[in-house]
């Protein structure tokens, strides 16, 4: 074996970050139109700001919870943290589609649960534990 042949056989990929919602939104984008398309710095500009809000709506319910003396970030801060965050008409519209996509996922129609039926366990007639906790 040559030193070219041995330096690519032992040569390992290097793994792609997947922290962010780069997946997501494109399946967004092509959502809204499929001839659609993005470039590499777009999509990492989009996703760096995706990721900024999120972490800013946190870190703003995170001190909210603080100030309550509570240890646990519920619906309410979050909604608290949003309003502070996102004005006008744009929170309006946030709060409305946060609506729209908890009750889609509560119902079992899209989001998470798309394509997977709710199965019953085989001794009894009820749910299995793992559909229980939704």
Sequence with gaps: ?????ASTTTHRRKRNDRSGFVVYLYRML???DEKASINRKAMLCV??????LLHKIAREASDLVEQTHKHTIQVRE???ATNLLIRGDLNKEVHEQA???LARFTSGKGGAG???SKRKSKKSG??????NTM
């Design 99 to 101: 609506a729209e996509a």
């Design 30 to 32: 092509k959502s809204i």
């Design 47 to 52: 996703n760096g700001m995706v990721c900024d």
């Design 114 to 116: 798309k394509g997977k």
């Design 1 to 5: 074996m040559s030193n070219e042949e």
């Design 126 to 131: 009820h749910r299995s534990k793992r559909s």
């Design 78 to 80: 979050i909604k608290a």
